[in-house]
């Protein structure tokens, strides 16, 4: 038996340009979403999504990828709360999912970047 780490597999992510390329490409009738999306190194479900949002405006497809919107902690404020979190547990002190919440919601008020939904709720939301 081999003794081999194991390793994550990260699709890249392909670029602006090759995903508008692809998206002219099917919308032009030259090749279907199955052989395009091989041919580019794009998932299937995603081109097609991509394609069908291209399909309804009149306009010119301009790729405009929407990452991280969702993003209310910074990445050194969220590898902090991390850190806390795995410090605690550590100790014996692990919070429930609903004490990190909270926890994650008095963070995020004391830095005022607090959501509305969370203000109104006085806690944070799963994600």
Same mark, same amino acid.
């Given at each position: 038996?081999s ?5 994550? #597999?990260?699709?890249l992510?392909? $670029? ?11 919308i =032009? ?5 199955? #052989? ?11 081109? =097609?999504?991509?394609?069908?949002? =291209?399909?309804?405006?009149? %306009? ?8 991280g919107? %969702?993003?209310?902690?910074?990445k ?9 979190? %795995?410090?605690?547990s #550590?100790?014996?002190?692990?919070? $429930? %999912?609903?004490?990190?919440?909270e926890? =994650? ?6 830095n005022?970047?607090?959501?509305? #939904? ?7 939301s799963?994600?």
């Amino acid at each position: 038996m081999s003794s081999q780490a194991s390793t994550t #597999k990260k699709r890249l992510r392909p $670029t602006t340009a090759a995903i508008e390329e692809a998206v002219r490409e099917v919308i =032009a009738g030259h090749q279907s979403i199955n #052989k395009t999306a091989l041919m580019f190194g794009i998932s299937r479900a995603y081109l =097609a999504k991509i394609v069908k949002k =291209a399909k309804a405006t009149d %306009k010119e497809y301009m790729h405009r990828p929407n990452i991280g919107n %969702k993003r209310i902690f910074s990445k050194t404020q969220e590898d902090l709360l991390v850190s806390y979190l %795995k410090t605690a547990s #550590k100790m014996c002190h692990g919070l $429930t %999912k609903k004490q990190t919440k909270e926890l =994650a919601f008095q963070y995020a008020e004391a830095n005022n970047i607090c959501p509305e #939904k969370w203000m109104v709720d006085k806690t944070a939301s799963v994600e």
